[in-house]
């Protein structure tokens, strides 16, 4: 199991990223996925999950409305648009999955695969 985050840069506070995450080694189809960030100092967080089982989406409050979740399966490839970025966003990002299974309550401790982490810095 491989998960390759990329996508991560400076950007200006108002600006948009798109960070991806390419797996390779077991069948994303059947797989929840998930984002999660660590600013310094701070404790991971997390940022949105997908559930396989019902496709169902979280999203933490504080991205609500500003970033998108998604997957292509075709490409083994999941994605966090990010929009209208704001300083507090920035942080570590990374992407999780469990493998072919599902989660519990989108909690870092139900992800058994993690990427290797993004970094994203939003200036004001």
């Not at 997908?50 to 979280?58: D, P, Q, V, W």
């Not at 300083?87 to 999780?96: F, G, K, L």
């Amino acid at each position: 199991v491989q998960l390759q985050a990329s996508g991560g840069g400076l950007v200006q506070a108002g600006g948009s990223l798109r960070l991806s995450c390419a797996a390779s080694g077991f069948n994303l189809d059947y797989s929840a996925i998930g984002w999660f960030r660590q600013a310094p100092g701070k404790e991971r967080e997390r940022v949105s999950c997908i559930s396989f089982s019902s496709g169902s989406t979280y999203y933490a409050d504080s991205v609500k409305g500003r970033f998108t979740i998604s997957r292509d399966n075709a490409k083994n490839t999941i994605y966090l648009q990010m929009n209208s970025l704001k300083p507090d966003d920035t942080a570590v990002y990374y992407c999780a999955v469990v493998v072919e299974g599902d989660y519990n309550g989108c909690t870092a401790s139900d992800f058994d695969w993690w990427g290797q982490g993004t970094q994203v810095t939003v200036s004001s």
